[in-house]
């Protein structure tokens, strides 16, 4: 049971474009979602998250939506640089279960020069 | 910034074998996560612990046992190992006191066993 879903394995965008990465999840007691990036043979890297309170956190380049209503979030990266190239996680936690973070499977992000 | 640190980076074992996994978190942080992660899947949950006391369990065979010690370093014991096993381990800190969920991951311990 995938409570976390992230439907695009793959993403390719051209260097300077803005990049979008969905992700959806069923169970709704989970109120607080992050995006981890991922280099091969490293641990994920925590880059950006929000509370199920607000509906848009931005960071610099990086900007989270979240839709409550729809179950869905989607980070977008605008402009896109090869170094964003990695595979991205979504995560959720929700405060009944002590912060545990289910993830979905991952989005493989290449960003073209 | 100190960052998680796990012990061993890479570790070979035989079936049927021991292995023991560490993790030192970030100073001050007072949560450690267990996470395993399959070839080309998401991590899952194992375990976790809040101020040494296991917080939460999650699909963490019994042949896996966990625990953290007081000065927060947890260690991660796999008995009767199975070619199953064979994952990137990671472990995860965080700071409940301040309410957030960020949790911050080493760089993992790939077992592989044979």
């Known amino acids: 049971d995938q409570q976390v879903k992230q439907n695009s394995p793959s993403l390719s965008v051209q260097e300077g474009r803005i990049s979008i990465l969905n992700c959806d999840y069923t169970?709704?007691?989970?109120?607080?979602f992050l995006w981890y990036k991922k280099y091969p043979a490293e641990g994920p890297t925590f880059l950006i998250s929000?509370?199920?309170?607000?509906d848009k956190n931005e960071d610099g380049r990086f900007t989270v939506f979240l839709n409550k209503s729809a179950k869905h979030l989607s980070l977008h990266i605008v402009p896109s640089q090869p170094g964003d190239s990695a595979v991205y996680f979504c995560?959720?936690?929700?405060?009944?279960?002590?912060?545990?973070?289910?993830f979905g499977e991952g989005t493989q992000l290449t960003v073209n020069p | 910034a100190a960052g998680v640190i796990q012990s061993p980076r890479h570790l070979i074992k035989e079936k049927r074998e021991t292995a023991t996994l560490k993790c030192y978190p970030i100073?001050?942080?007072?949560?450690v996560y267990w996470y395993q992660q399959g070839p080309g899947q998401d991590p899952q949950f194992l375990i976790s612990?809040?101020?040494?006391?296991?917080?939460d369990k999650g699909s963490i065979p019994d042949r896996f046992s966990a625990q953290q010690f007081s000065d927060y370093h947890s260690e991660l014991n796999m008995s009767s190992l199975e070619l199953g096993d064979s994952a990137l381990y990671f472990c995860?800190?965080?700071?409940?006191?301040?309410?957030?969920?960020?949790?911050?991951f080493g760089q993992g311990t790939r077992l592989t066993v044979v």
């Open positions: 169970n709704s007691m989970f109120d607080y």
């Open positions: 612990f809040y101020e040494k006391m296991q917080s």
């Open positions: 929000i509370s199920s309170i607000k």
């Open positions: 100073p001050r942080h007072d949560t």
């Open positions: 995860a800190s965080s700071d409940r006191v301040k309410m957030v969920a960020e949790a911050f």
């Open positions: 995560a959720a936690s929700a405060r009944t279960s002590g912060s545990r973070l289910t």
